[in-house]
């Protein structure tokens, strides 16, 4: 743990981010529930710890600087990726995180008592069944689905001013040339991950008027 610890402050000193010490311990302990719950559940392809802290950890957590607004959804959350990570990051901010499978948020709840998380909620449910009481401020995907199919399956999440927050890899130009007439594009934004040698973006779209 002690070791984890030093490399994830090390890595999130090459970055703009600021977590406390307590944060930064959240996210160490996520990291070796993941671990010790992966060899059962398989949970992520990815098995060393130190490369979750990377692949995971600081994968979700470079898309926060960019989010807007107070209650968010994170869907096809799988092990909680981004959704604990930018919950740990916002204590004050509530995240749902949405998944189909019950062992996952099996292990979503378990991480939800252990890192005391109070503003998490784990849901098991397919998106397009999932229909809140009130829209979201962000809808979040990450590795969920193409943008067409996350919009499709996704819009009647957001609220009406609420928008969507899609992370996604290289080739998104492409995504974004299919886009369906519905909704527009805000912004785009490269993401920095320090020791990713890939490239990642942001997408954040809204609902056309």
Same mark, same amino acid.
């Given at each position: 743990? !002690? ?21 930064? !311990? ?29 692949? #995971? ?98 819009? #009647?999440?957001? !609220? ?17 040339? !299919? ?9 785009? #934004? ?10 990642? #973006? ?8």
């Amino acid at each position: 743990m !002690a070791e984890l610890l030093t490399t994830l402050r090390k890595l999130v000193a090459q970055t703009d981010l600021y977590l406390s010490e307590s944060q930064l !311990a959240q996210c160490v302990q996520y990291v070796a529930l993941l671990d010790k719950w992966n060899s059962a559940y398989n949970l992520t392809s990815i098995r060393d710890p130190q490369e979750m802290l990377i692949k #995971h950890v600081l994968d979700s957590l470079v898309v926060a600087p960019y989010l807007t607004g107070q209650r968010f959804i994170d869907v096809g959350t799988g092990p909680g990726l981004p959704g604990v990570l930018l919950a740990i990051y916002y204590p004050d901010k509530d995240f749902t995180l949405l998944d189909s499978l019950g062992k996952r948020i099996r292990f979503l709840n378990q991480v939800k008592m252990q890192l005391k998380l109070q503003n998490i909620t784990p849901i098991q449910s397919r998106v397009e069944n999932h229909q809140p009481v009130l829209g979201y401020d962000g809808v979040i995907s990450r590795a969920f689905a193409s943008l067409n199919d996350m919009l499709s399956w996704c819009k #009647h999440l957001p !609220a009406p001013n609420g928008r969507f927050f899609a992370m996604k890899g290289a080739a998104v130009q492409e995504e974004i040339a !299919a886009l369906p007439d519905f909704v527009k594009v805000d912004a785009i #934004h490269n993401l920095q991950v320090p020791q990713l040698d890939a490239q990642r #973006h942001l997408v954040v779209l809204s609902k056309s008027e």
